[in-house]
C-alpha cells in the first residue's frame, strides 16, 4: 500500500514536471495578468446513469439518476483573496428511493507579499443517510497565486478562427492578443455586442457576419484556463459531527494549473490530513485531470483520483478514473457522456459506471 501511494505521488511529480516544461514553451499565456482576477458561475446538471458495483454478483447494480447544483465564486487580488464553492445533489435510485448531499468551501486570504498569505478557512458537508453537518475550521500559511487566463486563451482561439475564415492573414501579435484578451476580459461590463465590438476596433476592420459567425462561440464559451500554484500548511478543527466527536486536525495541501496551450487545462491537487495530537492515523487525497478542447462543439476531459487512509493500524486506498466528453449545444447547454471507474480496498472486481446527462449554466 505505501509503495503504491509514493509511486503515485512520483507519477504525479513526474507528470507536474513535464506540465511546467511545456507551460515554459508557452509563456504568453502564464505571463498574462487579466484587469479583472475573478470567476462567478453556478451550473446546473443531471444525468442518468447505469452502475456496476464491486462484487462479482448483481447485489449492488443499479440505474441511477441525479440533479446538482453548483456554484463557484472567486476573486484575487494584490493584498486580498477569497474563494467560495458549494454543491447540492440529489441522487434518485429505483422505486423513488431519494438522497442528497450538500457540500461547500470558503477561504480568505491575506497576502503579506507578492506570493506570501495568511488564511482562514471553514468547510461542511452534509448527507441524508448522516445526522447532521460535519464543519471544520481550518487556518494557516501558504504561499503562490493564481491567474485566470482565459481571456488570453480566447484571444488565441479567435486569432486562429479569424485565420481560417480568411479574414486574418497572419497571428495576431503579442500586443494585439493582449489587446483583444483585455477586450474580452471586459465581457461581464461591455456585454456581447460590446465585446464585439471592442474586438473590430483593435483588429482595426470590421469582422462582417462571417467574422462574427466564426468568434462569437469563443466569446461566450465557459471554458476556463488558470495559470498558478499555491501551497498551504494549516492547523484546524472540527468544531461539528454527526458523531459527536470533535478534534483537531493538521492540512497539508498543494495545487497546480497551466494550460500547455489555448485549448487545454492541466490541474492537479494533493492535500495530506493528520489528526491532531500526532498519531499512525491520518489521509491523503491526490487528483490530476487534463481537459481539451477538441472541437469548437465537444470537449474531453480525463481525470484521476487516488485516496489512502491508514485508521486503527489499517490502511485502505481506491483510485478513480474518470472520462467526460462534453458535447456544447449552445453556450449555455451541454450534453454529457461519463464513463467511472474505480478499483479500491476490498472490492472483489473494478467498479464502473455509465452516465448521459446535460448541463446548463444559469450565471
Not at 173 to 196: N, Y
Request: one cysteine or more; hydrophobic letters at 45%; aromatic letters at 8%.
Amino acid at each position: 500500500m505505501r509503495l503504491i501511494a509514493i509511486g503515485t505521488l512520483a507519477l504525479i511529480v513526474v507528470l507536474g514536471a513535464g506540465v511546467m516544461t511545456q507551460a515554459q514553451m508557452t509563456p504568453s499565456l502564464c505571463e498574462y495578468t487579466p484587469p479583472q482576477n475573478q470567476l462567478q458561475s453556478l451550473t446546473l446538471s443531471g444525468d442518468y446513469r447505469y452502475f456496476e458495483d464491486r462484487y462479482l454478483d448483481d447485489r449492488g447494480n443499479a440505474s441511477i439518476g441525479h440533479i446538482a447544483l453548483q456554484g463557484i465564486m472567486w476573486a484575487e487580488g494584490p493584498e486580498w483573496s477569497y474563494n467560495l464553492t458549494g454543491s447540492v445533489r440529489l441522487d434518485i435510485a429505483h422505486q423513488l428511493a431519494l438522497s442528497t448531499t450538500l457540500m461547500s468551501e470558503g477561504s480568505l486570504r491575506r497576502y503579506l507579499d507578492e506570493n506570501l498569505f495568511l488564511f482562514g478557512g471553514v468547510d461542511t458537508a452534509s448527507a441524508s443517510f448522516q445526522e447532521g453537518f460535519t464543519v471544520r475550521a481550518l487556518g494557516g500559511i501558504g504561499a503562490g497565486r493564481f491567474r485566470d487566463v482565459t481571456p488570453l486563451a480566447k484571444a488565441m482561439q479567435i486569432s486562429q478562427a479569424l485565420q481560417e475564415a480568411q479574414i486574418l492573414t497572419q497571428p495576431l501579435s503579442e500586443s494585439e492578443l493582449k489587446a483583444v484578451a483585455d477586450v474580452i476580459a471586459r465581457q461581464p461590463e461591455l456585454g456581447v455586442i460590446g465585446v464585439l465590438e471592442g474586438i473590430e476596433q483593435q483588429l482595426g476592420k470590421p469582422l462582417g457576419a462571417k467574422g462574427i459567425i466564426a468568434i462569437q462561440n469563443i466569446v461566450l464559451s465557459r471554458e476556463s484556463h488558470f495559470c498558478g500554484w499555491d501551497a498551504t500548511a494549516a492547523v484546524g478543527y472540527t468544531v461539528i459531527s454527526p458523531i459527536g466527536e470533535t478534534n483537531a486536525l493538521a492540512r497539508i495541501a498543494a495545487n497546480f494549473a497551466t494550460p500547455p496551450d489555448a485549448v487545454s487545462q492541466v490541474l492537479a491537487q494533493a492535500r495530506l490530513y493528520i489528526p491532531l495530537p500526532f498519531t499512525d492515523n491520518m489521509w491523503l487525497t491526490v487528483s490530476a485531470s487534463y481537459a481539451r478542447l477538441l472541437m469548437p462543439t465537444a470537449n474531453l476531459n480525463i481525470a484521476y483520483s487516488y485516496n489512502w487512509a491508514r485508521m486503527a493500524g489499517r490502511e485502505s486506498q481506491a483510485h478513480n478514473l474518470d472520462a467526460t466528453l462534453r458535447l456544447i449545444v449552445s453556450p449555455a447547454w451541454s450534453t454529457v457522456v461519463k464513463g467511472q471507474a474505480s478499483l479500491a480496498t476490498g472490492y472483489e472486481e473494478p467498479e464502473w459506471s455509465f452516465s448521459i446527462g446535460f448541463e446548463y449554466s444559469l450565471m
